[in-house]
């Protein structure tokens, strides 16, 4: 079936079976559109990290196809290279990505691979770490690192490939919130310069704060992809996939039900809501002085 162009990845009525018989993918199917923000959630054992290797070739379906930018994947050694120099996958535990000895020759590991001249790799190493703070510790063991600065150096190893789409398993879990900030600084910076982005995130809050599209995972399957603006309504779909609402939404709600705030606009955040919370009082002051 001919996709639509704007269609970068996508998973038609893909199933999977792990070598122990465990379901992975049952009948998923999901499209990621071109340089748009993705969230994927869903409870342990949902299936969002199995989705992510077959997005990337490490899996592949045993029946349904995934395609990548219009074309179904090809699993001979020439495809799977030339679809992991496009798709970036940081995975959820950085023990599973790193082996070099040192930060910057894992980081170089992947450039390196692609063949690209040694200044190139170097440039885009520094880059890449500079964007994860990890400049300083470029010459360190991998394996004296803590969690967080080993799941930075999986980030920085991902980026330095410049991929087209960048599929992130839980790239927040484990990072500071300090890091956590910049890292969705970043991740906004790579939408702006056209890259699609695909995350995992138990944050529902984050999730609905940051995506465009939210793709609801649920016994190995994608139950709904929802533009986040539609999360509000879906309650009872969030609830049965074990996922409460965002804290933002509950909030607006309850200023809704006692007048204090309109339905619209829905904020995504409790800054906005503080915001609106805030015009709505300097109105209220505006009309009392005028009086
Ligand atoms: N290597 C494996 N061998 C056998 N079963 C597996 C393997 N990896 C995952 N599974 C099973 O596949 C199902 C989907 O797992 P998956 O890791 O994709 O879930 P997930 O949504 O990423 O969960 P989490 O939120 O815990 O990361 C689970 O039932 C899991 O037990
Ligand atoms: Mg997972």
């Known amino acids: 079936m001919p996709e639509q162009n704007d269609t970068l990845l996508e998973l038609a009525q893909a199933t999977y079976r792990y070598p122990d018989g465990s379901r992975g993918l049952a009948q ?14 869903g409870a342990n054992g949902a299936g969002k990290t199995t989705l992510f290797q077959h997005a990337n070739g490490l899996l592949k379906p045993s029946s349904g196809v995934v395609h990548y930018a219009g074309k179904p994947v090809e699993y001979s050694r020439s495809g799977l290279r030339h679809l992991r ?14 082996f070099s000895s040192s930060v910057a020759d894992d980081v170089s590991f992947g450039p390196l691979n692609l063949g690209l001249k040694l200044d190139v790799v170097e ?37 330095a490939m ?6 992130l398993d839980e790239p927040m879990a484990g990072l500071d919130p ?35 599209h939210i793709h609801l995972m649920a016994d190995g399957r994608c139950m709904a992809s929802l533009a986040a603006n539609e999360l509000a309504s879906q309650a009872d779909m969030l609830a049965a996939a074990g996922l409460p609402l965002p804290e933002t939404i ?24 503080l915001a609106l919370l805030a015009a709505t009082d300097s109105t209220k002051e505006n009309l009392c002085k005028t009086s």
Request: hydrophobic share 45%.
């Open 28 to 41: 998923c199917s999901l499209r990621i559109r071109r340089g748009t923000r993705n969230v994927l959630i």
């Open 85 to 98: 120099s496009r798709v970036g996958l940081v995975f959820q535990d950085p023990d599973r990505q790193l």
């Open 123 to 159: 440039r885009r190493v520094a880059a890449a770490l500079a964007l994860v703070d990890l400049t300083e510790l470029a010459d360190k063991a991998v394996h004296n690192l803590s969690f967080g600065q080993k799941k930075r150096v999986c980030i920085a190893g991902v980026l």
């Open 162 to 167: 410049q991929p087209e789409l960048l599929i």
């Open 178 to 212: 300090a890091m956590q900030k910049e890292l969705e600084k970043t991740l906004n910076s790579l939408q702006q310069s056209g890259i699609t982005l695909l995350l995992a995130t138990h944050d529902i809050d984050f999730a609905y704060r940051w995506a465009e």
């Open 250 to 273: 509950v909030l607006h709600r309850g200023l809704v039900e006692r007048g204090i705030l309109p339905s619209q606009p829905q904020p995504r955040c409790i800054t906005s809501l």
